[in-house]
C-alpha cells in the first residue's frame, strides 16, 4: 500500500442515492420523500448531488417527478445539485428545473448502451451533441459517466481501451470529469489498476472519478485502489441504495457511509458529518419501506463497548 503521505488528504464524495439508488425501485416514493433524502444529505455535509432524472418515463417511471423534486429542494449555497440527462429533451427539462449540472451517460459497451437507451453508442454521443455544448453555454457543468467499464452484463469482458475512447471524446466535447462505472459490480482490484494505468496516463487525475456498485462487496478494495492511482472524486449511495434498471444483476452503489467511514478513518478528508449521514441512511431507509444493504448503515458508526 502507498505511504499515507502519498494519499489525497481530501477527497469528494458525489452522492447519487437520489437518482441511482431510487430509479431502482418499484414501489413509487412520493416526490416529498425525495425532497427529504436530499435535505437530509446536504444536512450532513454532502456538497455534490444527483437528484434525478431526466429521462423518458417509461423508461424509468420512478424518475418522473426530477423536475418538482429540484423546485422542491431548498437550496443551499456551496452545493451542487445535478440530474441526469440523455439528449436535447432532458436539458430542456434541467435548464428548467435550474440544476447546476447534468450528467450525460454512454456504456462502453454496445448491448447495455442499447439496452439502457435504445440507441448504438455512435448514435448516442450524437444525441449528446444539443446537450453538452448548450449546457456548458448556459453556465452549467456537464458532466459524463461510461458504464459497464469493469464488464457488461450482456456482453462479459469490456475492453478498456474502448472506455477511454469515450471518455477522452466527452472530455472534448465540454465534459468536465467522467465517472467510469462498474456498473454491475464486477471489478476486481488488479483490473482496476489496469483500468486506471490507462485512463491517468492519458487525463488528469481530477477529470477521472469512480462509480462503484458494490455488488460482489469489491467496491471499497476499488476505491483503495483508486486513492493510490491519485483519484479524489468518488460516487456512492446513502445506506447501498440502488441499481440499474438496465443492468440485472447490479446492487446499489458503494454505500457513502462504508466510504466516509473508510476515509475518515484514513485521515482523508470529505468535509462529511458522518453521525448525519448515518441518520440520511436512516430516512432512505424509511422512505423505500425495506431494509437497506450498507455496512456502516447495519453496524452503527461505532458500537464498541465502552
Ligand atoms: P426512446 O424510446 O428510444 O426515445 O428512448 P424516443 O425519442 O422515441 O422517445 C420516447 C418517448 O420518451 C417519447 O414520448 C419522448 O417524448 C419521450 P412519447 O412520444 O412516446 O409520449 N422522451 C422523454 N421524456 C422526458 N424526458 C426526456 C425524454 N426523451 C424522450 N429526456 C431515451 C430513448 C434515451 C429517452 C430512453 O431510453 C431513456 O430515457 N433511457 C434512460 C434509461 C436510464 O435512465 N437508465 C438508468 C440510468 S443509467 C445508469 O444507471 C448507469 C449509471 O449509474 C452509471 C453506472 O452505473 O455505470 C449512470
Ligand atoms: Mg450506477
Not at 450524437?126 to 458504464?147: D, H, N, Q, T, W
Not at 492519458?202 to 493510490?228: E, K, Y
Not at 438496465?246 to 473508510?262: C, F, Q, S
Request: net charge negative; glycine share 10%; aromatic share 4%.
Amino acid at each position: 500500500m502507498a505511504p499515507a503521505s502519498k494519499l489525497p488528504s481530501h477527497v469528494s464524495v458525489y452522492e447519487v442515492s437520489p437518482r441511482d439508488g431510487l430509479q431502482n425501485e418499484s414501489a413509487q416514493v412520493a416526490t416529498h420523500a425525495k425532497v427529504r433524502l436530499v435535505e437530509a444529505l446536504v444536512d450532513a455535509g454532502i456538497s455534490r448531488i444527483e437528484v434525478g432524472s431526466f429521462v423518458a418515463a417509461k423508461w424509468v417511471p420512478q424518475m418522473v417527478d426530477a423536475d418538482e423534486v429540484c423546485k422542491m429542494i431548498e437550496r443551499r449555497p456551496g452545493v451542487t445539485y445535478a440530474g441526469l440527462c440523455p439528449n436535447a429533451r432532458g436539458l430542456h427539462r434541467a435548464l428548467a428545473a435550474n440544476v447546476d449540472e447534468v450528467a450525460v451517460f454512454v456504456s462502453a459497451s454496445e448491448t447495455h448502451n442499447s439496452k439502457n437507451v435504445n440507441k448504438t453508442i455512435r448514435q448516442t454521443l450524437k444525441a449528446f451533441e444539443p446537450v453538452i455544448g448548450p449546457a456548458v453555454e448556459a453556465g452549467l457543468k456537464v458532466r459524463g459517466y461510461v458504464s459497464t467499464m469493469w464488464g457488461c452484463p450482456y456482453e462479459g469482458d469490456v475492453d478498456p481501451k474502448r472506455g477511454l475512447e469515450l471518455a477522452e471524446h466527452l472530455i472534448d466535447a465540454g465534459c468536465y470529469q467522467v465517472s467510469l462505472g462498474d456498473t454491475i459490480g464486477v471489478g476486481t482490484p488488479i483490473q482496476t489498476e489496469k483500468i486506471l494505468d490507462l485512463f491517468t496516463s492519458a487525463l488528469p487525475l481530477a477529470q477521472i472519478a469512480l462509480h462503484l456498485h458494490d455488488t460482489r462487496g469489491t467496491a471499497l478494495a476499488n476505491v483503495l485502489v483508486g486513492l493510490q492511482a491519485g483519484i479524489t472524486t468518488f460516487d456512492a449511495s446513502v445506506a447501498g441504495l440502488g441499481g440499474c434498471p438496465y443492468a440485472p444483476g447490479a446492487a446499489g452503489n458503494l454505500a457513502t457511509e462504508d466510504l466516509v467511514y473508510t476515509l475518515e478513518g484514513m485521515g482523508i478528508a470529505t468535509g462529511i458529518d458522518l453521525e448525519k449521514l448515518w441518520q440520511a441512511g436512516q430516512v432512505a431507509e424509511a422512505i423505500v419501506g425495506r431494509e437497506l444493504p450498507g455496512k456502516v448503515h447495519r453496524a452503527g458508526v461505532r458500537s464498541l463497548a465502552k
